[in-house]
Antibody
Framework: QVRLVQSGAELKRPGSSVKVSCKAS????????VDWVRQAPGQGLEWMGG????????NYAHKFQGRLTITADEVTNTASMDLISLKSEDTAIYYC???????????????????WGQGTLVTVSS | QSALTQPASVSGSPGQSISISCTGP???????VSWFQQHPGEAPRLLIF???NRPSGISTRFSGSKSGKTASLTISGLQPEDEADYYC??????????FGGGTKLTVL
């Protein structure tokens, strides 16, 4: 099974942007789908978007359209999430998670995560 | 506010069975419903996908079902370690997915 290691915690000012990376080992991301889920302090889970790396196909939750970009780098076996125009409400733990084959390459499926990153705390504060 | 509605909390005694419901307008049209368990300070863990399928390694005490616009997670033979937050998710169309608001399970 693939193992996911995310980049470290970030402190950002409102209006700035943040990039969180998710490096895979023990497998190639091209065999999986990769989604991003966040969780604000004391709150529930929120699906943000995902990518099918082998097809470079992305989907974004409607509320993040225009603010979120998800990419995957085949060479470094790393997925990344870029969120711009940060607000205090974006303070959360951000998780990457893999969708295993064959589901990971399906456009319509359940949320079916076999591995999660350790989470990255992004704090947005002035 | 989530478009998938779950009870905020449920409770049960060890050995009992409990069910957690998840209601939403999208649920009736497909079978892409999942359930996750999350203990404090940990990443969520997948319990059920495609309404009723368990991933490898998940106890048979966890089962899923669906009727109309409501999906349900049933935990039988409650154990203290089942105390956690539980989230449903559903495909919402056009390449989007939703989570429910979460249910806190207390094992009395």
């Amino acid at each position: 099974q693939v193992r996911l290691v995310q980049s470290g915690a970030e402190l950002k000012r409102p209006g700035s942007s943040v990039k969180v990376s998710c490096k895979a080992s023990g497998g190639t991301l091209n065999d999986y789908g990769v989604d991003w889920v966040r969780q604000a302090p004391g709150q529930g889970l929120e699906w943000m978007g995902g990518i099918i790396p082998v097809f470079r196909t992305t989907n974004y939750a409607h509320k993040f359209q225009g603010r979120l970009t998800i990419t995957a780098d085949e060479v470094t076996n790393t997925a990344s999430m870029d969120l711009i125009s940060l607000k205090s409400e974006d303070t959360a733990i951000y998780y990457c998670a893999t969708v295993p084959p064959p589901y990971g390459q399906q456009l319509v499926r359940s949320l079916l995560f076999d591995q999660w990153g350790q989470g990255t705390l992004v704090t947005v504060s002035s | 506010q989530s478009a998938l509605t779950q009870p905020a909390s449920v409770s049960g005694s060890p050995g009992q069975s409990i069910s957690i419901s998840c209601t939403g307008p999208n649920i009736g049209g497909h079978n892409y419903v999942s359930w996750f368990q999350q203990h404090p300070g940990e990443a969520p863990r997948l319990l059920i996908f495609d309404v009723r399928n368990r991933p490898s390694g998940i106890s048979t005490r966890f089962s899923g079902s669906k009727s109309g616009k409501t999906a349900s997670l049933t935990i039988s033979g409650l154990q203290p370690e089942d105390e956690a937050d539980y989230y449903c998710s559903s495909y919402a169309g056009t390449g989007n997915w939703l989570f429910g608001g979460g249910t806190k399970l207390t094992v009395l």
